[in-house]
């Protein structure tokens, strides 16, 4: 049996949402960047503890003047995912930005996952781990990635198949490379 679930990604652009989700689909990171135009439908079948589960991942464009295209799929998602960029202090001081705005739309008990990505970039890192605070006050889970190294890329997954089904269903292959 498979089970379908729709998932949301949102946050500024240039913060590797759609390299992540093409890494998570392919097994093999890209560097080519190409910027988002409204969003795109990625389908990604995950191998769980409670069968297949196909997650369709609704890539959306960064830049704000997209944010009505990304208010007419908000109802049809099961769960959001939140991306930042490490390198990048002002990507993370939007992070609330976003989060509000899916909360209006979707509700307090909405799951989502805040992810940090760029965790392999150490020396360019502008946002240092004693400064994210946001997910820890709102009660959010927080994950931190890289999408070049394929570190923790089941992580924020794994957030969301607990909260969307219980506390025991996880990835049963891990989707990264080297898992920290």
Known sequence: M???KNLLIVGDGGCG???YVRTVNTGKFKKKY???IGYEVHTTELLTTNGTITMKI???AGQEKFGSLRDSIYESMDAAFILFDLTSRITYTHVMNWHNDIKKKMGDDFPIVIIGNKSDLKDDRKVNARTITYPKRKGIP???ISVKDMINLDKPFNHILSKLYNDNVKCVTEIDENDN
Request: no cysteine; glycine share 0%.
């Open 34 to 36: 190409d910027s988002t």
């Open 2 to 4: 498979t089970d379908i």
């Open 17 to 19: 949402k759609s390299t």
């Open 142 to 144: 927080y994950e931190e």
């Open 58 to 60: 609704y890539d959306t």
